[in-house]
């Protein structure tokens, strides 16, 4: 590892205690682990930057961030993709300084270096009167990650020798399919990325993706539930759910959980609109179809995901995000809404109506969930409240690898197997300096 580490590896392990359930919360607010962060773990995972229908065609870029290194996204003419450093090789200043468009070259604006859409320098002012002898162009292009696409998500790398997407994604890609592969038409984006910044480390939004069901089968949700139940419709037929299952990924901290069966929470969240598509016609049968069982495609309800370490997903819900770091106290939210490619144009509009009103940065569901995260970490500015470990024991023992119709470790859908997962991976990233070491094998 490059940066010296004021923290040893015993001491990193030592932040989660898997055997009795326990976590550190100085994982939430070390200003040194997050440096470390940056690049143990944002340095060599694979990061999901967006959709391959938010760059079309030929030229259509996006800008995005790779942990805290920003990035320039680009359509090529023959269909790839490129990923390459939003940053002047010159004297460092971003190259594109827009959120997305359309270009046929990106000219830095501090002196004019100008670079093609695969990020080679291919201009320089003055190139023959001011620069010197060994001044090489071919040299001077900004440091390109590698790209790969999984059902229409784009993630990047920076780490030649990480393993590929699929490999990476494991078994996780059973349940990202529940939303990304439920017609042959794929997913398409409802246009627009909302982006908004909330005061708290982006684990907590990423943890909470990947193995908490339980706040929403309890208490933080349910006055957003009541505020915005549909007509005709009391609080008692949303009837929360008790039957369903949590994913922990044999390796790789990636975990979902979701309801089997009882539609109310869809239909209090989404409206019935949505949760009759997901459950009944020709989509869901469609999608049962695809995916081989009814459980999965119409008796799955709401889910939630968390690719690790910052991709994360409420399939039913169809919001998508990644949580991107700016400093241990503070993430930026980038989400965008998927839908079935050939879903009706009716269905396209609830969807954006329906997670503008629930998972957006003015969703009534995203601020009960920001709400906990933000008031957890003003909690942690406390010496005390750092001081005493947190009990991540739920579950704890009860997972099991034997499921017959779900791949992974699996156990019931109120659970924290996952969410040691992610700290176990975390960890691992953070204190392996290897990949023959740190798998997938
Ligand atoms: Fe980009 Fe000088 S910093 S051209
Ligand atoms: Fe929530």
Known sequence: FEKKNVWNVEEITALLDEENGTLDPRIYSDQDLYELEQERVFGRSWIMLG????VPKAGDFLTAYMGEDPVILVRQKDRSLKVFLNQCPHRGMRICRTDGGN????????????????????????????????????????????VETYKGLIFANWDKNAPNLREYLGD?????????????????VISGMQKWVIPCNWKFAAEQFCSDMYHAGTVSHLSGIEAGLPEGMELSDAKIPTVGYQFRAKWGGHGTGFYVGEPGMLVAIMGPKIAKYWTEGEAAARAERRLGSAERARQLMVQHMTVFPTCSF????????????????????????????????????????????TFSAGGVFEQDDGENWVEIQAVLRGHQARKRRLNIQMGKGRSAADNPHYPGSIGYVYNEEAARGLYHQWIRMMTEPDWDTLGPK
């Open 103 to 146: 270009a046929k070259s990106f000219t830095c604006s501090y002196h004019g270096w100008a670079y093609d859409i695969g990020g080679n320098l291919v201009n320089v002012p003055y190139e023959s009167e001011a620069f010197c002898e060994d001044f090489n162009k071919a040299e001077w292009g900004p440091g390109q990650a590698r």
């Open 172 to 188: 996780a890609t059973f349940y990202m399919d529940h939303m990304l592969d439920r017609t042959e038409a794929g997913t398409e």
């Open 314 to 357: 409420l399939p039913g819900i169809n919001t998508v995000r990644t949580w991107q770091p700016r400093g241990p106290n503070e993430t930026e939210i980038w989400a965008f809404t998927v839908v079935d490619a050939d879903a009706p144009d009716e269905i396209k509009e609830e969807y954006r109506r329906q997670t503008l009103r």
């Open 51 to 54: 959709h391959e229908a938010h």
